[in-house]
C-alpha cells in the first residue's frame, strides 16, 4: 500500500467535527469516490471522531489519500489518550454502550468501511483505522 | 449560539436543516422543536432533512427522540426529503428509524400529517358515536 498524500486535524471540541467531515469530504471527492461511499465513510468517521471526543477526551486525526493495486482509497486514523476499551470485543458488539448512546457507534463503524482495525490499551488510550476504498470494495 | 429556525405554519411546525449538524446544535434543536410543540400547541412537526449529508447514530437518536416526545404531546412528526445515500447509510448503519414517519417531499410530508389530524379528528367522532 502506497500512501499519496498525509495530513493532520487535532480534534478537541464539537466544531471541530464539521471541518474534519469537511475535509474528508474534499480527500473522497478528489479521488473520485461516489456519493454512497463518500457518505458510509463520513457517517463511520463521525461516529470514531465522536468516541473520541467524549470517550478519549479529544485526539489528533490522521488523513491519508492511500493506493494498493492501483485502486484509491481513503484512509482515517483516530488517535486518543484517553482511559481506553477494557474489552474491545464487548465494544464491538451492536447495543453495547458504556454511555448513554445506541451502542451503535463502533459496530456501525465497522460496517460502514472496508477495512476496520482496533487498538486499545487500558489507561493509554484508543487508536482506530478505517480505510474505505473508492470502488468500495 | 448557532440556532436551526423552527416556523409556524397553522397548527404544525416546519423545521428546515440547512447546515450540517454537529451534537450541541442537535440538542438545542431537539429541546426548542419540544417547548415550541408545548408553546403553541402544535399538532404535527415537519423536519425536512434534504440539505443534510450527514446522519449518524447520535443524530438518528435525535430525530427519534422528537418524534417520540412530539408524541408524548398529541403532536406527529414527519422527516422528509432524506437523501438517498444517508438513507441506505442508516440501515448500513443498524439505525432504522422505528417510530419515526418519513416523507419523500415536504408537500408530501404536510400530507400525511393533514391526515394523522383528520385521522385523530375521525377516531373521536367513531369513539364519540359507539358510547352513544
Known sequence: MIVLSKEKLSIQKEQDVVLFRNRIKELATKIGMSLVNQTKLITAASELVRNMLRYGGGGITHLEIVSKNSIPGVRLVFADEGPGIKDVTLAMKDGYSTGKSLGLGLPGAKRLVNEFDIKSEPGKGTTVTIIRWKNGL | ?132
Not at chain 2, 449560539?1 to 428546515?16: A, H, S
Open chain 2, 1 to 132: 449560539m448557532e440556532r436551526i429556525p423552527i416556523l409556524k405554519m397553522g397548527p404544525f411546525l416546519l423545521v428546515t436543516i440547512q447546515v450540517d449538524l454537529y451534537d450541541r446544535l442537535a440538542l438545542t434543536l431537539e429541546n426548542d422543536l419540544i417547548n415550541m410543540v408545548s408553546k403553541t400547541e402544535a399538532k404535527g412537526v415537519l423536519i425536512d432533512i434534504s440539505a443534510v449529508s450527514i446522519v449518524d447514530s447520535f443524530m438518528g437518536r435525535i430525530l427519534g427522540n422528537i418524534a417520540s416526545m412530539s408524541k408524548i404531546m398529541d403532536a406527529a412528526t414527519v422527516v422528509v426529503g432524506m437523501q438517498p445515500a444517508v438513507a441506505i447509510t442508516l440501515v448500513e448503519l443498524g439505525l432504522t428509524l422505528a417510530g419515526v414517519h418519513t416523507a419523500l417531499d415536504v408537500e408530501q410530508g404536510m400530507e400525511l400529517l393533514r391526515n394523522k389530524i383528520g385521522q385523530i379528528d375521525t377516531d373521536e367522532e367513531g369513539l364519540y358515536d359507539s358510547f352513544i
